[in-house]
Structure formats: C-alpha cells, structure tokens
C-alpha cells in the first residue's frame, strides 16, 4: 500500500510504501462498530444514580385507610408506581458499563480504520511536523495551507510545542501512535501521519 506524502502546500510530491497488514485491509464494518462501542462504553464513568423506594424522603405514614375508600390499597407514598416514588430496578454508580475486546481485536479494528482512511484519500503523510514556538497562530496557519479544517494528528513524538499549539483548536487533535484510538479517527475523518509515525503503527499492528 503506497500513501501519500504532502508538502506544505498540501500537493503529493511524493509516496511511502506501507504494510498492507496496517493500511491494506479490507474494511469490516461489524469489527469497527464493536472496538468503537466498547471504546466508547469504556470510557463511561457510571456516575448516574436513582433512588429505590427505601431511599425516598417521603412518609411512612399510610396514604388512606385500607378498606371503604373504593380505591386502590396503598401502603406508602414511596411506592414505584406513584409519582415522586422510588424505582423498582435502580441505575447505581458501581453498575460496570466495561465491553472486553481482545487486544489483537482491537488492533485490527485500528488497522482497519486506517485502509479505509487510506483508500479514501483521507490519510496524508508529511516528513515531520513540529512549530517553532507554541503558537496556536502558526500551527492553524500551516494546517490551512495544507487544506486541513478537521484533522487528527499522529507525530511519533509530540514536543512542547505542538502539543501547546494544538490545545487551543477545537477541530485539531494531536496525539503519537499508541495514543490513537477508534472513535477519534472515525470523528475526526482526515488524519495527518509522520513518517515515523507510520512506521510505529507497523511495529504495534
């Protein structure tokens, strides 16, 4: 598989071959759909909370008298079917939200994601990319020139100064190849790759 390398300006001036094992496969839609989910469920802090009907502040006191009313018996106002009343089956905050994925599973769903970026011309390569000084000015003004709006950065080494520049750009996100995951480069579409970034992603895939 042969990627494209840009230049400032963002014209192919030239090409770098890569493992088709990384940036050839064929796309599995299912396998993508579940290393994003789980990523995605993973990521869920299962902070949410509802109260049974024990946890209610209400009275104990009993609504009306059991019999002679022509109403429905009732024993307390925190009842589940009542308004204001507890819920029968609760969220809590230790509910495990985890989806387990094989690592070699993962990978492949990364790698896959990568081709499809690949062959849809949407996975650039540049020699390097750094700033002189972290300036969200001069980061922005590069990335223009290159015709990028939307893009997720993979350096093989992020300094200082790209990481300062890019934290300020809402649609500009940098990170180094073991930091990639999936649902940032589905979100993100376009992806800007070092050399040896590309590199690096072989080695881990």
Excluded: C
């Excluded at 989910?37 to 993973?42: D, H, M, S, V």
């Excluded at 690592?103 to 499809?116: C, E, F, P, V």
């Excluded at 350096?155 to 999936?182: F, G, I, K």
Aim: charged residues 25%; glycine residues 8%.
């Amino acid at each position: 598989m042969d990627l494209a390398v840009i230049n400032e300006q963002g014209q192919q001036v030239a090409s770098v071959a890569a493992s088709d094992e990384t940036f050839g496969r064929d796309y599995n839609e299912a396998l993508v759909h579940q290393v994003v989910t789980a990523f995605q469920a993973n990521a869920r802090g299962g902070n949410r909370a509802q109260l049974t009907r024990a946890e209610v502040t209400a009275s104990t006191h009993k609504p009306w008298r059991q019999k002679g009313t022509g109403r429905a018996r009732s024993g307390r106002t925190s009842s589940p079917i009542w308004r204001g009343g507890g819920v029968t089956f609760p969220n809590k905050p230790n509910e495990n939200f985890a989806h387990k994925v094989n690592r070699k599973m993962y990978r492949a769903g990364l790698a896959t994601i990568l081709s499809q970026l690949a062959r849809e011309g949407k996975l650039k390569v540049v020699e390097s990319l750094g700033v002189d000084s972290p300036k969200t000015k001069l980061l922005a003004s590069r990335l223009k020139s290159m015709g990028f709006g939307k893009v997720m950065i993979i350096a093989d080494a992020v300094d200082d100064n790209l990481w300062l520049s890019s934290r300020n750009l809402r649609d500009v996100y940098v990170v180094e190849p073991h930091q990639a995951d999936p649902w940032s480069l589905v979100k993100f579409g376009n992806v800007l790759i070092t050399k040896a970034a590309v590199k690096q992603f072989e080695e881990m895939v």
